[in-house]
């Protein structure tokens, strides 16, 4: 187990690499920035030569896999970050120095216990991509099927664990600082973002969620999941069919292709609102790299290390929140708010849909392609601190989902109206969800559910009053020994607290700027 000073070496190792980089100038300035964050900015910088155009993909890279992830996520978020950071950042997602063949070769052997030439008729050495987590072969089984065999780069789980371990002992001792980290909750931030990283870690869970995904999206015309080769899958090898098609990104060879742009915009949109609304169950990193098109029209999606869910009751909610925000019925926005335990009981139903006016509003009237989801979406957030609402991460997710959405249909057709497309499909839902037919169904299933728990129900009462609000329980966060615990008061211990509270600030700072 890592000591305390381990971690502050390794934080103060990663700010000082994000100062030679330049990468530290855009949290300097922003003004959100907490001014302890700030001074440790300038002080990790001081005598560094800083290039006169930040390269954010390099620091990123240069820390590690953990924050190579966290770089990807700020890739979606130009609103938070910048349209320069954004596009710096990109790289990170598609293009990343590979893991030299004969090292995959052993990690394949290593993972089934067999010689690659019993599994595969023909590996081709060159990768055709190579992330933070794993590369991807394309292959070729012995009965000619052309395969993508992606392999997770050796060490990386140990790698992941010792990274993941400094966040949480970083936002650990800023949470137990008070003020602000209480109310974005960071090691809750950092347990859900462990959880999410140790899926993509075991490529087993990365298969299951591409099956589960393709029966979500089975009736869905013009989309496609690839199938996988069970039989070749394991922990640290995922083999599936290789999908052959155009990037969504390469709209030049999309256009020579006769492929409708607008087209492929709205059917984006709606094949995101199916698994998130409807199921419950969506693909969130449907970025540029992991979306092709194929040649009559098919979008072909891969990449599923991370998934969201979210419950009935929480889509209920969304519904109705952007149903509300686009009619600009604030008052029943408000309400869902409050219904949803997001906003504490003792604030007023009122003032919080005056607030929520001052975001819909400058919206309403405005030209189609200034309609903005993420425009929304931040605005909101915005208003949370004077409402007092905590962060929910079981949110964190869709919204991050939905903006990188947004951005891919409005980069296919500029002028799409995001309110036009998701309103029809929402308002179905939800007369469907919440119409009398779906009242009736849903009233006549609980019943027979009671009757069955019924000798359940006389032995233990309490299970007869249903948890309120729509967040799923939080995970168990790791005890954590804060420095100044024990009652020793000496100088080191001090200094040794300043640097702690100062690190872990820039480091959970840039965890949870996202949201």
């Known amino acids: 187990m890592a000591t305390s000073l381990t971690h502050i070496a390794r934080l103060l190792s990663w700010g000082r690499i994000l100062a030679r980089h330049g990468a530290l100038r855009i949290i300097e300035d922003a003004p959100a920035t907490p001014g302890p964050v700030r001074r440790l900015c300038r002080i990790a910088r ?293 219904e949803a335990q997001y906003v504490p009981s003792y604030h007023s139903v009122e003032e919080f849909a005056t607030a929520l006016r001052a975001v819909g509003e400058p919206m309403r009237g405005k030209p189609v392609k200034d309609l903005s989801v993420g425009q929304m979406l931040d605005g909101l957030f915005a208003i949370t601190r004077d409402f007092d609402m905590v962060t929910q991460p079981h949110l964190l997710l869709l919204q991050k989902t939905m903006v990188m959405v947004e951005g891919l249909a409005t980069s296919l057709d500029p002028d799409i109206n995001m309110w036009n497309v998701s309103g029809p499909f929402v308002s179905a839902w939800m007369r469907d969800e919440l119409g009398p037919e779906a009242a009736i169904a849903e009233r006549a299933q609980g019943v027979m559910k009671t009757l069955r728990r019924l000798p359940e129900v006389i032995d233990q009462l309490e299970n007869m009053v249903p948890k309120k609000g729509a967040a799923p329980e939080p995970p168990p966060l790791p005890e954590i020994t804060l420095m100044w615990s024990g009652g020793q008061r000496n100088l080191i211990r001090f200094a040794t607290y300043v640097v702690a509270a100062l690190a872990g600030g820039l480091a959970t700072w840039m965890v949870t700027a996202w949201h």
């Not at 390099?58 to 953990?66: H, V």
């Not at 070769?105 to 019993?118: C, K, L, M, T, Y």
């Not at 069970?230 to 990104?249: A, F, H, P, Q, Y």
């Open 46 to 338: 001081f005598g560094a030569r800083v290039p006169a155009v930040p390269d954010y993909a390099g620091a990123f890279r240069a820390i590690g896999p953990a924050a190579i992830k966290l770089g990807q996520t700020l890739a979606t978020r130009p609103d938070l970050v910048g349209d320069d950071a954004a596009h710096n950042l990109l790289a990170l997602q598609d293009s990343l120095p590979p893991v030299p063949f004969a090292a995959i070769r052993a990690e394949i052997e290593n993972a089934f216990g067999r010689p690659v030439s019993d599994l595969f008729a023909e590996i081709e050495e060159e990768p055709v991509g190579a992330a933070s987590i794993a590369q991807v072969h394309r292959g070729r089984l012995h009965d000619g099927r052309p395969v993508a065999i992606k392999v997770l780069r050796p060490g990386i789980r140990d790698k992941f664990a010792h990274d993941i371990s400094t966040y949480e002992w970083a936002a650990a001792h800023l949470e137990a600082l008070g003020g602000e980290a209480g109310r974005l909750r960071p090691r809750l931030i950092i347990a859900n973002f462990r959880r999410w990283t140790l899926r993509e870690l075991d490529l087993r869970r990365e298969a299951a969620s591409s099956s589960e995904l393709a029966n979500v999206m089975a009736g869905v015309e013009h989309y496609r999941v690839p199938t996988i080769d069970w039989d070749r899958t394991c922990g640290r090898v995922l083999t599936m069919e290789w999908i052959d098609g155009i990037k969504v990104s390469d709209h030049a060879a999309l256009r020579a292709a006769g492929h409708d742009l607008p087209d492929l915009a709205r059917r984006l949109v709606i094949a995101f609102l199916t698994q998130a609304i409807h199921a419950g169950y969506f693909h969130a990193d449907m970025h540029q790299g992991n979306l092709f098109i194929q040649a009559d029209g098919t979008i072909a999606a891969i990449d599923f290390g991370i998934m969201g869910r979210i419950n009935r009751q929480a889509r209920v909610w969304l519904g109705e929140i952007l149903h509300g925000l686009t009619t600009g019925n604030y008052r029943r926005v408000a309400e869902i708010h409050f």
